[in-house]
């Protein structure tokens, strides 16, 4: 089944304490990006990454980091999280740039306490 | 820079209504329009997409017109279900950029 998975689904932290957020993809994508959603403010691009090695910021990089080793793989890092980003996280993945259909994985609800 | 702006929610509507959901947008060019749709502790599902003006998409019942003139691209579906109650979000995209630019959302929820 063509999908993109993310784990944690739910995760409680405290501030400062470093931690990961996987993504991964099993369709062969090129194109992959993260996504955070917040009430009244939609969704809202945080990285993407158009292959392997290649990553850009998007609107609300401040505080993360992101990773493209391997063309399946695109976790989101938070190195010192905060209370601010609290919030649901989505990553999505499209065949390639363009206005191919964006596939979303099922979010990670993550509280920065 | 680019924008969506959709209709404030929540919507409340009994079944069999019929809904719109507006959306307008402010992009140069000639930007891609989307409308996804996120149940209830879900991720976010493509509904409909039109990639150029005058092109109508639709799926499930749902029906959007990409209105160059009006810069709109508004939701309608004849009669609702209890299961269409989700959040609905309109987007758009440039084939350069590959980003997509969401509204805020509009939340429906369809009472029986």
């Known amino acids: 089944e063509a999908q993109v998975t993310q784990n944690p689904r739910y995760l409680i932290t405290v501030t400062g304490k470093k931690l990961t957020v996987t993504c991964s993809q099993n369709?062969?994508?090129?194109?992959m990006s993260w996504y955070r959603q917040d009430p009244g403010l939609g969704l809202r691009q945080i990285y993407y990454s158009m292959n392997v090695e290649v990553t850009d910021k998007g609107d609300v990089p401040e505080g993360y980091k992101v990773s493209r080793k391997e063309k399946r793989n695109f976790p989101l890092i938070l190195e010192s999280p905060s209370p601010n980003q609290t919030s649901l996280y989505f990553c999505?993945?499209?065949?390639?740039?363009?206005?191919?259909?964006?596939?979303f994985g099922p979010g990670t609800r993550l509280t920065v306490l | 820079g680019d924008s969506v702006t959709q209709m404030e929610g929540p919507v409340t509507l009994s079944e069999e209504a019929f809904l719109t959901i507006n959306c307008t947008y402010t992009a140069t060019g000639y930007p891609s329009l989307f409308w996804y749709v996120q149940y209830p502790g879900e991720g976010l599902q493509l509904l409909l997409k039109a990639t150029k003006a005058d092109d109508k998409g639709s799926n499930k019942g749902f029906e959007a017109t990409y209105r160059k003139e009006t810069t709109s691209f508004h939701l309608e579906k004849g009669s609702v279900q209890v299961s269409d109650s989700a959040v609905y979000f309109c987007?758009?995209?440039?084939?350069?950029?590959?980003?997509?630019?969401f509204g805020q959302g509009t939340e429906l929820s369809v009472k029986p």
């Open positions: 999505a993945s499209r065949i390639r740039q363009g206005t191919d259909t964006q596939y």
């Open positions: 369709m062969n994508h090129e194109y």
């Open positions: 987007a758009l995209t440039h084939n350069q950029g590959g980003k997509l630019i």
